[in-house]
């Protein structure tokens, strides 16, 4: 069973930095898609950017120019830089790997907050 471990989350001042990582327990072939989404207290799980297996990225409006989304094949695990963070950027960031095959994979959550 596949799983995906997020990491770098915590608390940070508007206009900072955070990078989230994303790792897979163990390599997951023919991937279509992955991706992060946030989820806000009272909200539900929006998108946040996505990055296809030929590389294309989406990402929302609201992070575009602020978030990039990157991977490392050979340490199964994809990345989201996020700068210029604002406290609407707050809320539970999840990973989502789409196989070609099977279900997606969800990682547990990482917690953002951003806050002075």
């Known amino acids: 069973q596949v799983q995906l471990v997020e990491s770098g989350g915590g608390l940070v001042q508007p206009g900072g930095s955070l990078r989230l990582s994303c790792a897979a327990s163990?390599?997951?072939?023919?991937?279509?898609?992955m991706g992060w989404y946030r989820q806000a207290p009272g909200k539900q799980r929006d998108l946040v950017a996505t990055m296809a297996s030929g590389g294309t990225t989406n990402y929302a409006d609201s992070v575009k120019g602020r978030f990039t989304i990157s991977r490392d094949n050979a340490k199964n695990t994809v990345y989201l830089q996020m700068n210029s963070l604002k406290p609407e950027d707050t809320g539970v960031y999840y990973c989502?790997?789409?196989?070609?095959?099977?279900?997606?994979?969800w990682g547990q959550g990482t917690q953002v907050t951003v806050s002075s």
């Open positions: 163990s390599r997951i072939s023919y991937i279509v898609n």
């Open positions: 989502k790997v789409s196989p070609l095959v099977g279900f997606d994979y």
